[in-house]
Nanobody, 114 residues
Framework: QVQLVESGGGLVQPGESLTLSCTAS?????MGWYRQAPGQQRGLVAR???????NYADSVNGRFTISRDNAANTVWLQMNSLKPEDTAVYYC???????????WGQGTQVTVSS
């Protein structure tokens, strides 16, 4: 079972930026981020495969950028122009394939508020 360690959450003001990072204990095909706000379901934010293919939720496209270093088994989520509606717990996830079960990080809180 792959282990995921996240870092980088915090409190920022609207319009500011924040970067999340997640390191896996071994090489893995898909890495990405989900988020869950209070009273809402967990939803995909962004994902990236080991060959660099990326996908983004419509709500963050153009503001967030996902990247990874395969040698370091690490993925980053650069979040720009943050909005209050981006406030959520962000969870790193990883999968060996499109159909395998996901492994999850412990979650990191991102709060966007003035």
């Amino acid at each position: 079972q792959v282990q995921l360690v996240e870092s980088g959450g915090g409190l920022v003001q609207p319009g500011e930026s924040l970067t999340l990072s997640c390191t896996a204990s071994r090489s893995i095909y898909i890495m990405g981020w989900y988020r869950q706000a209070p009273g809402q379901q967990r939803g995909l934010v962004a994902r990236i495969t080991s060959d660099g293919t990326t996908n983004y939720a419509d709500s963050v496209n153009g503001r967030f950028t996902i990247s990874r270093d395969n040698a370091a088994n690490t993925v980053w989520l650069q979040m720009n122009s943050l909005k209050p509606e981006d406030t959520a717990v962000y969870y790193c996830y990883a999968r060996y394939s499109e159909t395998s079960l996901a492994a999850w990080g412990q979650g990191t809180q991102v709060t966007v508020s003035s």
